[in-house]
């Protein structure tokens, strides 16, 4: 497949962030999903974070998986690292990548093929682990490439453009996220960029194993009536828990939202997070009741979008195995193979 390039020429007066970049620099291929696929609308958001957060491309590290939401990375940040890796295996290409180097800012794309199936356990581990990263599922509840089977995520009850009914309980990533450990959750709904941005800016300056589930729904194959990912139903269904905006130490951002109360939640690196709750009773650091709400709301047939947990002071992965600081890249032969000496210690104290 051919992926065409943007053209190059631009407004020479366009906005520029910090670093002096426009929001072109932050681009990638043009898209060659069908017009109007939600997936297009996640890749803007992305681009839009990054460009706000005044990310240098160089340092960023997108990975993928397979399907239609795995291709994305092609459509934004063109000038970072990526690598595409096969079905399901994303979580742990990303893990070992984080491993050998933690200078880098990672960003793991999926779907609910790609991680509630074929890639569940490799999900899980990445989740309970603490890996620091910014995980995104585009969540569509179908096969899109394999003509619109349901998937994992699809619900119970839900209905193919065929009328029929899908027998098999929904995984739900994120409150499978909640249980195994992520340490930042929330959810998202493609066609809603007042809140997506905010939402994945928040999880790009987080320290710790990020997960964002955006429903994202398939033009081609679940865009109808009877399905409960369709556009129209999560506009009818939406029940947003909060509004949030993200205040980097070195520079407010400012954003117009509606009145209602605020909660700043500080970040390990310095950054804030901003909720204007809407359910006065919402508490975004408890964890157990955010999978009560999850169910709850579940049960009354409603999505939950927003952030709903989150862990300011979150460890991550290298925290635990107290690796080195120094990107093994950048370390010396010495430093890499210290000897047999060394090699008996660590056996030794496996026995």
């Known amino acids: ?155 119970r009850g839900a209905k193919n453009k065929s009328g029929v009914a899908n027998n098999d309980e929904a995984i739900d990533l994120v409150s499978m996220a909640l249980q195994l450990g992520a340490t930042f959750i929330g959810r998202g709904f493609s066609g809603d960029k007042t809140q997506l941005v905010p939402l994945i800016k928040a999880a790009l300056s987080h320290r710790g194993a990020a997960f964002i589930d955006v429903v994202s729904p398939c033009v081609a194959f679940n865009n109808h009536a009877g399905s409960t990912k369709s556009f129209d139903y999560v506009r009818e269904h939406n029940e947003a828990v909060n509004f949030l905006d993200v205040i980097l130490s070195r520079a407010e951002i400012v954003t117009e939202y509606a009145p209602g109360s605020v909660r700043e939640v500080t970040q390990h690196d310095g950054s804030v997070l901003r909720l204007r709750k809407l359910a006065e009773d919402y508490d975004v650091s408890d964890r157990i009741a955010a999978c009560a709400y999850l169910q709850h709301r579940h049960a009354a047939g409603e999505i939950v979008t927003g952030l709903l947990y989150v862990d300011p002071e979150a460890e991550e992965m290298h925290d635990y195995l107290g690796t080195a600081i120094e990107p093994l890249n950048g370390l010396m032969e010495a430093e890499l193979c210290p000897g047999a000496g060394a090699l008996a210690k660590v056996n030794a104290g496996l026995r």
């Open 1 to 155: 497949m051919t992926y065409l390039p943007k053209p190059r020429l631009h407004h020479p007066e366009l906005p520029r962030n910090d670093l002096g970049f426009t929001r072109r620099d932050y681009e990638g291929a043009i898209s060659t999903l069908c017009a109007g696929c939600g997936h297009d609308s996640i890749s803007a958001a992305i681009i839009h974070a990054c460009f706000e957060l005044s990310l240098p491309p160089h340092r960023i590290a997108k990975l993928s998986g397979i399907g239609c939401s795995s291709k994305t990375p092609t459509y934004f940040l063109g000038n970072s690292h990526g690598f595409n890796s096969v079905h399901g295996r994303m979580p742990s290409v990303l893990t070992g990548a984080n491993l050998a180097n933690r200078d880098l800012i990672y960003l793991g794309v999926s779907g609910d093929g790609d991680s509630a199936s074929i890639g569940l356990g490799q999900f899980a581990h990445a989740m309970r682990r603490g890996v620091n990263m910014t995980y995104i599922v585009e969540n569509n509840g179908v096969y899109g490439l394999t003509k619109g089977q349901f998937s994992a995520t699809a619900d």
